[in-house]
């Protein structure tokens, strides 16, 4: 019997990105072109995957591509969102710095220009023929010397409060235009945001419809304990693939490793998970191999550990999904994403931002799925998260 189509297609990918990978016979590389070199065959490799399974999607019929096309637009419209909050604070806090730098340059300028004004004052009461007088009436060498060396250093001081005082101008001065430059971007910004926050809300309305559509599609129960089957089927066959891929690629030796922290993990979201793992879901024969966490929609989704990003797109029954590779055979996998904030080939820390909470995939209320990977079978995530 001739495999699946699926099947073909996961096994072609499987096989091209071993052979991408075997570099036999070539020269010694430096551990810097090694892995310039592994980065980008783990792109084009991620690349030549996600090609693959927009072709396979596409084989399935047209409800299924039009969700998919409606949440990676919610997805990038948010994460295109989250990059203008960012500069809108930026902008925000360097305003504020550079108005503050203004307001102290104008009281200095103020305190300098009484001191200069005053300075000016006690020369003409002095009168312009001050060091020639005590020239003239000096008898002794020495009383002549401090006399002029004092007039020489009011003479000084009051040339550098001049050069002060003119040195403040010219950083106001320099302000001014920047100032502007910057109240300039924040209203870019805000403009920009609120195009951006209007074509989510169409979008968000375009999924909506695919999503009825779709479940509409599903008639009754047998069809969607199926459809959970494949999706599960198809999950592990994507994650065979990315094992294949990155077999040859390290992690920094110098950062804890994972076995280091179990028990000691932050977890990726704020919430309690739903169900437990190992147990049944729904009324079929799958059990859960991870945590179901609901959480409100854009939280952020944090890394539980460092590691490198090595997918970020929408899968099929996933949604927008992330997977990060930490070395030494585990990966974690956080699904239903609303938008992906990192890129294959990314490094991130533990408890950095890698996407935001959502209910891509066709959920209908917002949570994530959660799971840690040990040498590709799944374990316990509870048994490495913190306790809390």
């Known amino acids: 019997m001739p495999p699946t189509p699926r099947r073909t297609t996961i096994s072609r990918i499987g096989i091209a990105l071993i052979l991408l990978l075997v570099n036999i016979g070539a020269p010694a590389e430096t551990e810097e072109e090694l892995a310039r070199n592994q980065l980008q065959k783990l792109r084009q490799n991620m690349a030549a995957l996600s090609q693959d399974l927009e072709e396979d999607i596409l084989q399935r019929g047209s409800l299924r591509v039009a969700l998919r096309k409606s949440e990676l637009a919610i997805g990038k419209i948010r994460k295109d969102i989250s990059a203008t909050q960012d500069k809108q604070t930026w902008a925000r806090s360097k305003l504020a710095d550079l108005r503050s730098q203004r307001e102290e340059l104008l009281i200095a300028r103020g305190e300098q220009q009484e001191l200069i004004i005053h300075e000016i004052q006690t020369a003409y009461q002095m009168g312009k023929q001050g060091q020639l007088k005590v020239l003239l009436n000096q008898e002794k060498p020495d009383t002549l010397a401090r006399s002029m060396a004092y007039y020489e250093y009011l003479y000084k001081a009051r040339q550098q409060e001049i050069d002060r005082y003119l040195g403040t101008i010219e950083r106001i001065n320099l302000l001014e235009p920047e100032i ?12 920009t945001l609120t195009l951006q926050e209007r074509q989510l809300l169409n979008s968000k309305q375009q999924r909506q419809l695919d999503l009825d559509n779709l479940e509409a599609e ?28 990155i077999a040859e690629m390290e992690v920094p030796q110098e950062l804890e490793s994972f076995a280091e922290l ?15 793992y190992g147990r049944k879901r729904g009324a079929g024969s799958q059990t859960w191999q991870g945590l179901n966490i609901p959480t409100q929609e854009g939280n952020d989704v944090i890394a539980i550990h460092h590691g490198r990003v090595v997918f970020a797109d929408w899968f099929r029954g996933s949604g927008l999904l992330l997977i990060i590779d930490h070395g030494d055979g585990y990966m974690s ?9 990192r890129d294959v080939g990314e490094w991130v820390n533990a408890g950095a931002a890698i996407a935001t909470a959502g209910n891509s995939g066709g959920r209908r209320n917002s949570a994530l799925y959660f799971e840690i990977r040990e040498n590709g079978k799944p374990v316990n995530p509870a048994h490495w998260l913190a306790k809390g």
Not at 225 to 244: A, G, N, S, Y
Not at 262 to 276: D, E, F, I, K, L
Not at 333 to 341: D, E, I, P, S, V
Request: proline share 3%.
């Open 180 to 191: 502007a430059d910057t109240a300039n971007q924040l209203e870019l910004t805000s403009a």
């Open 218 to 245: 599903i008639v009754n129960k047998d069809q969607q304990l199926q459809k959970m089957d494949q999706d599960r089927e198809e999950l592990e066959r994507l994650l065979e693939v990315i094992e294949q891929a």
């Open 262 to 276: 179990r028990g000691q993990m932050p977890w990726p979201v704020n919430g309690r998970a739903s169900n437990r």
């Open 333 to 341: 996998l956080y699904a239903h994403n609303q938008a992906l904030l």
